[in-house]
Structures are given as structure tokens and as C-alpha cells.
């Protein structure tokens, strides 16, 4: 048998990964036996790209309907693959506050929509408590699909989905963002591993919003003795938020 270059071998799995694609309606792979004498993760990358294309049409979203319906299919990282829905984010359009946590969880994996768990009640009684009513914002997670085991999300499917986030957040033109707990701050800050007293308190400038972490409400459920000083960042959050649209009318 002629001998075949790296290249060729990576184009025969290009060719057979698209007619797999076609077979298997997109969704399942096998890689024939030449794969294996090439770098595993060359061939995956490879067959991956034409499995599962992936499609930039979302950049050009100028409303949320059509933002979701151009995302909701996305395969970019491989939480696709156990995800149960994709979890775009609810309420209202044309909020001045967004509320962001770091990822679904069971509950929302089956549902759809973001904190509706037991944290996602304690969430709706933190809001209300500074007169913000659930439907009055907009809650949305930096990751749009469920890490598995609920674990914490990785770099890669940070960087991948945030930009998601970012559109959302150029359509919705919040004022203000409450971002829940020490693993979504730090992910949107880029703050690295930094704790959550380091960024309670203050107020960051995040794509245009003002932004304030404070406790997940994860957390509180585990520990109400921390239930006094998340009053005290919504009762600042509330405080600024006031004065940013004092002059609104
Ligand atoms: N935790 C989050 O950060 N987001 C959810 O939607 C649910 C739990």
C-alpha cells in the first residue's frame, strides 16, 4: 500500500467524519483504524470541526429571541454532549439588572431556566428583599450548559461560552450586574483564585454595567451565619443602583 503523508491521513478523516455526520444525523463518531496512528487529539480536533461546524451567525444578534435561537444548538465545548437543555438565561428584555451565576445545575438542566432550585428561591426572596422582583430582571449563568457533577466550570468552556454572556449583556443594557458567588466572580473578573471577601464590597466596571459579587445562594442554604453580610451587599447594590437612576425618572 502507497504510503500516506500526515496530511492525507487527517483529509480521509475529515472525508469519512462528514459522512458520518450525514449517517448519524450529527451526532456520534467513530474514527476508522488509520486514526489511531495519528495524535489523538489532531484527529478529534479535526473530526470535531465537521461534525459538529461550528456557526458565528450569533455575533450578529440584535435581540435575545434571535441570539438564543442561533446558541441554543452549540456544540463549542463538550458539555453539549450531557447537557439535558441548554440554559440560555430568563427575564425581562430590557432589565437595568442582571443577576449572573457561575452555571446550571440539576434542577435547571432539566428545566431550562437558571436558579430554579432551592438556591434559585432564596435567590427570588434575596431579590424581592431590595425590591427587584424575579421578572423585573434578567438571571443568566456564565455557563450555558450543566457541568457534570456540578463541578466547577473549566477554563476552556469559560472562554467559550462567555461571549455568550457578553452579547447578552450588549443587548440587555444593564446598569447593574449581581454576580453570585466566589466562582463567578472571579471567572468574570479574571481574578484567578481570588477569595470572596477580596471582591465583596466593591464595585467593578464590567462591559459597560456596574457589578458587585456576593454570596451564591448555594452557599447561604449552607451556612445562614453569612446571610448578614450578603444583606449587607444587596442593600448597597440597592443603594447604588438608586443613585445611578435617580435622574431617570
Ligand atoms: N447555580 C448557579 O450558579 N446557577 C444556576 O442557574 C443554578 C445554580
Same mark, same amino acid.
Given at each position: 500500500?502507497a ?55 450569533? +455575533? ?47 434542577? +435547571? @438542566? ?16 434575596? /431579590? ?6 424575579r ?16 463541578? @466547577?466550570? /473549566? ?22 450586574? /449581581? ?10 473578573l479574571?481574578?484567578?483564585? @481570588? ?11 464590567y ?12 452557599? /447561604?442554604?449552607r ?7 450578603a444583606w +449587607? @451587599? ?16
Amino acid at each position: 500500500m502507497a504510503e500516506r503523508t500526515y496530511e492525507e491521513i487527517l483529509q480521509n478523516v475529515e472525508r469519512w467524519a462528514s459522512q458520518e455526520a450525514k449517517r448519524f444525523g450529527n451526532t456520534i463518531a467513530i474514527l476508522p483504524t488509520e486514526a489511531s496512528t495519528l495524535q489523538t487529539e489532531d484527529v478529534m480536533a479535526k473530526a470535531k470541526a465537521v461534525l459538529f461546524p461550528i456557526n458565528n451567525n450569533w +455575533e450578529k444578534a440584535t435581540d435575545l429571541e434571535t441570539l438564543k435561537s442561533e446558541i441554543e444548538g452549540c456544540t463549542k465545548c463538550d458539555l453539549h454532549l450531557t447537557r439535558t437543555k441548554f440554559v440560555f438565561g430568563v427575564g425581562n428584555p430590557n432589565a437595568k439588572v442582571m443577576v449572573i451565576g457561575e452555571a446550571p445545575g440539576a434542577e +435547571e @438542566d432539566k428545566r431550562g431556566e437558571p436558579f430554579v432550585g432551592r438556591g434559585g428561591q432564596l435567590l427570588d426572596k434575596m /431579590l424581592l428583599a431590595i425590591n427587584f422582583p424575579r421578572e423585573e430582571v434578567f438571571i443568566a449563568n456564565i455557563l450555558k450548559s450543566r457541568p457534570p457533577g456540578n463541578r @466547577d466550570p /473549566l477554563a476552556s468552556e469559560v472562554d467559550a461560552c462567555e461571549p455568550y454572556l457578553w452579547k447578552q449583556i450588549e443587548i440587555i443594557k444593564p446598569k447593574m450586574i /449581581l454576580c453570585m458567588g466566589r466562582i463567578s466572580g472571579s471567572n468574570l473578573l479574571k481574578t484567578g483564585s @481570588d477569595s470572596l471577601a477580596s471582591m465583596r464590597g466593591n464595585v467593578y466596571d464590567y462591559h459597560g454595567a456596574k457589578l458587585m459579587v456576593t454570596y451564591h445562594p448555594a452557599a /447561604l442554604l449552607r451556612n445562614p451565619n453569612w446571610k448578614a453580610g450578603a444583606w +449587607e @451587599d444587596l442593600q448597597k447594590f440597592r443603594k447604588i443602583y438608586d443613585e445611578m437612576t435617580a435622574s431617570d425618572g
